[in-house]
């Protein structure tokens, strides 16, 4: 086996430090969790370093790196709002040190993460062929695909079955599916796409296709992203696009950040009323099938919110709304081990058994289907009408308590090693595109284990064979030591000269 990295090693010494004095020193349950904050920072600070000392700056975003910097964003940052009332909370026995605890167990929750992937990571990995970075962009698939996804969406919007469009619609089976999965080629196109503008060796005619598809995609992406009612939408269908930058460029889109944060503070108020309507019965289920009121309603809502309160009042809005809504991961969990399993049990491995058969109905997979709306009813006692996210170790723990979540833990880093492993520093533009949708998930880190894993291999399994015919070798160029004539065969559909 393997030894760990001395700068992962010393990050292991530090959290184990920085608990200790966190449980020893600090009076105030509010400083010792600001303590394991800073332990998480120290982290993944740590393994961003490792990462890019072993692989490169293309390797900012590996799942270590994502991984280490979404939980210290979320249980850190976000975990210290929520000090200030865990003391009066029912649900957490009136226990100040019940969101102190939920920290502590997501930071060991990490640190096995880690370890699990460093064993499989640790070794050498070979670079792949160097040959597949001669891929070309097929244009004529991505428009097929980009089409396809727009069809989708289109239908989605036309059934009201899109974002929160569908308040109040829990209807499943085939043909949703299908146009779901349909939709989600919309990122796999783009980030297609992006690897043709942003890769070095792509030529300058895919760049220049690649960026005027790009940019004319954006206006209709960002009017269905806001007229889906979810604010973040945009900032979803755009994640891999993101990542392909980081993976190309080595060096993170602090640009695209900003313009996040800018999008979001312009629409926060205006989609926060839109829903509300949406929910109250103001926009009857005809308004929302119909895209072009449904577009001029959120529209004018926003408009009206403007017009009303100036940026200031914006900025705060959308800073309340973070601590609010995404604070509450932390919250879960520490609701989850407060109340498992002496007021509920535990709920079994059933769900995590079948989570990798994605393909199964909702009815077969039972409660576990959604363990977001379960955590909303049992844990937080309220209505059935949302879900809140269970996190990936509450939901390991209510599992099956400590064993499951210290065995699924280090099992979820075995994966995440595979996965990069299968990645790693390959030149393969079929192998990046598809990591990066993957990898957009990763940055969730409110995803129980068993979305994770149905999303990650649906996406591998049925989007691996539309990878195949994004990028096909020219011609011109011999694949695997066959001939032209040959390689012009073994590509199938989509061979262009060059």
């Known amino acids: 086996m393997s030894r760990l990295p001395r700068t992962l090693i010393a990050a292991f010494a530090s959290f184990a430090l920085a608990v200790s004095l966190a449980l020893s020193l600090y ?13 998480f920072g120290l982290f993944a600070l740590l393994a961003v370093r490792h990462q890019t000392k072993r692989f490169g700056d293309r390797a900012r975003a590996s799942p270590l790196s994502i991984y280490a910097t979404s939980w210290f964003f979320y249980f850190g940052v976000l975990g210290l709002s929520n000090f200030s009332q865990a003391g009066t909370d029912r649900r957490l026995g009136f226990d100040p040190d019940a969101i102190l605890k939920g920290m502590v167990v997501a930071l060991v929750s990490l640190a096995l993460v880690t370890a699990g992937y460093l ?37 989605l919007f036309s059934t009201a079955q899109f974002g929160y469009l569908q308040f109040g619609d829990s209807s499943t089976g085939p043909a949703k599916a299908i146009l779901l999965f349909g939709d989600s080629l919309l990122s796999l196109g783009l980030a297609a796409l992006a690897y043709a503008l942003w890769a070095p060796q792509s030529p300058e005619g895919d760049r220049r296709r690649a960026r005027l598809v790009l940019l004319a995609g954006l206006l209709p992406l960002t009017l269905t992203a806001v007229t889906s009612g979810q604010k973040g939408r945009l900032i979803l269908d755009l994640m891999p696009v993101a990542v392909v930058f980081l993976l190309t460029r080595g060096r993170v889109p602090w640009k695209f950040l900003l313009l996040a944060v800018l999008y979001l503070t312009v629409i926060y108020s205006g989609a926060e009323k839109y829903r509300q309507d949406i929910a109250g019965g103001v926009l009857t289920v005809e308004d929302r099938r119909d895209p072009v009121k449904a577009t001029a ?12 309160h100036g940026v200031i009042h914006h900025f705060h809005a959308l800073s309340t709304h973070f601590q609010g809504e995404y604070a509450v991961i932390v919250r879960n969990l520490s609701i989850i081990l407060h109340k498992t399993p002496d007021e509920i049990p535990y709920f079994g491995t059933r769900h995590l058994a079948l989570s990798p058969f994605f393909f199964l109905p909702n009815e077969v997979r039972g409660p576990g289907a959604n363990l977001g709306l379960y955590v909303q009813v049992t844990y937080h006692e309220g209505p059935a009408t949302s879900s809140t996210p269970p996190t990936q170790p509450g939901d390991l723990f209510m599992s099956g308590g400590w064993p499951v979540l ?21 030149n393969s533009p079929r192998r990046t595109v598809l990591y990066a949708v993957i990898a957009g998930l990763l940055v969730n880190a409110g995803l129980d284990l068993g979305t994770l894993v149905r999303a990650s291999l649906q996406f591998t399994v049925v989007l691996a064979v539309v990878v195949r015919w994004l990028f096909v070798f020219p011609a ?23």
């Open 27 to 39: 009076p105030t349950p509010y400083r010792k969790g600001l303590i394991v904050t800073i332990g």
């Open 119 to 155: 064993l499989v990571t640790n070794r050498e990995i070979q670079r792949g062929d160097d040959r597949a970075s001669l891929q070309h962009l097929n244009f004529s698939f991505v428009l097929l695909c980009l089409g396809i996804g727009w069809a989708c969406r289109a239908a």
């Open 297 to 308: 309603q959120v529209a004018t809502r926003i408009g009206q919110e403007w017009s009303r």
């Open 406 to 426: 210290v065995l699924g833990e280090f099992a979820v880093g075995l994966v995440l090693g595979l996965l990069w492993r299968f990645q790693g520093n390959s």
């Open 476 to 498: 011109t160029v011999p694949v695997r030591g066959l001939d032209s004539a040959d390689a012009q065969l073994s590509n199938g559909i989509g061979i262009r000269g060059r």
